[in-house]
T-cell receptor, first 111, second 114 residues
Framework: QQQVKQSPQSLIVQKGGISIINCAYE??????FPWYQQFPGKGPALLIA???DVSEKKEGRFTISFNKSAKQFSLHIMDSQPGDSATYFC??????????WGAGTKLIIKP | KAGVTQTPRYLIKTRGQQVTLSCSPI?????VSWYQQTPGQGLQFLFEYFSETQRNKGNFPGRFSGRQFSNSRSEMNVSTLELGDSALYLC?????????????FGPGTRLTVT
């Protein structure tokens, strides 16, 4: 019940396309859902986060869509660029400050 | 503000030895978490410290231990190193203020066990 399942494991998208990464969870107590971006040789960095009281949050080209009834949330990257090539992690927390992490998605944007 | 710093950045140890890794959180952050990252395994949570107390713990053997000092700096120790301990060890700090769960990661320490 503590798991966060992330898919796909890897993704190749053409430059200018839309990248979509999905995560699913079981624990209805989760109340914070962040996405992190990690470049090789660096630690993960917070990209965008959402709470369950909203269904969508947009920051620039990055959007989180949240479906509370389906217990799913996804990251959409619009107009994907080669600089977006990185590993993306979803996570969830249930107010105890411990993040439960997805397995990660390696995204490659082809020029 | 300076970011999270971790030392050393790279480390090579021999099986059976022990190692200590250090993490300095962002100024004002009181929570420090440690993660192990290996290819194909994602981020595995080790433990989290807040005000010098271990608040959360992952499913790692007792060879992995940590502590936090009064200035919020944290160390993690791995005793009797095994080849499988080779990984990137990441430290993350958090403001830990009400409702703020954001974690800020350091660059990690790359540990190689031979």
């Amino acid at each position: 019940q503590q798991q966060v399942k992330q898919s796909p494991q890897s993704l190749i998208v053409q430059k200018g396309g839309i990248s979509i990464i999905n995560c699913a969870y079981e624990n209805t107590a989760f109340d914070y859902f962040p996405w992190y971006q990690q470049f090789p040789g660096k630690g993960p960095a917070l990209l965008i986060a959402i709470r369950p009281d909203v269904s969508e949050k947009k920051e620039g080209r990055f959007t989180i869509s949240f479906n509370k009834s389906a217990k799913q949330f996804s990251l959409h990257i619009m107009d994907s660029q080669p600089g977006d090539s990185a590993t993306y992690f979803c996570a969830a927390s249930a107010s105890n400050y411990q993040l439960i992490w997805g397995a990660g998605t390696k995204l490659i944007i082809k020029p | 503000k300076a970011g999270v710093t971790q030392t050393p950045r790279y480390l090579i140890k021999t099986r059976g030895q022990q190692v200590t890794l250090s993490c300095s959180p962002i100024s004002g952050h009181r929570s420090v978490s440690w993660y192990q990252q290996t290819p194909g395994q994602g981020l595995q949570f080790l433990f989290e410290y807040f005000s010098e107390t271990q608040r959360n713990k992952g499913n790692f053997p007792g060879r992995f231990s940590g502590r936090q000092f009064s200035n919020s700096r944290s160390e993690m120790n791995v005793s009797t190193l095994e080849l499988g301990d080779s990984a990137l060890y990441l430290c993350a700090s958090s403001p830990d203020s009400l409702g703020n769960y954001e974690q800020y990661f350091g660059p990690g320490t790359r540990l190689t066990v031979t």
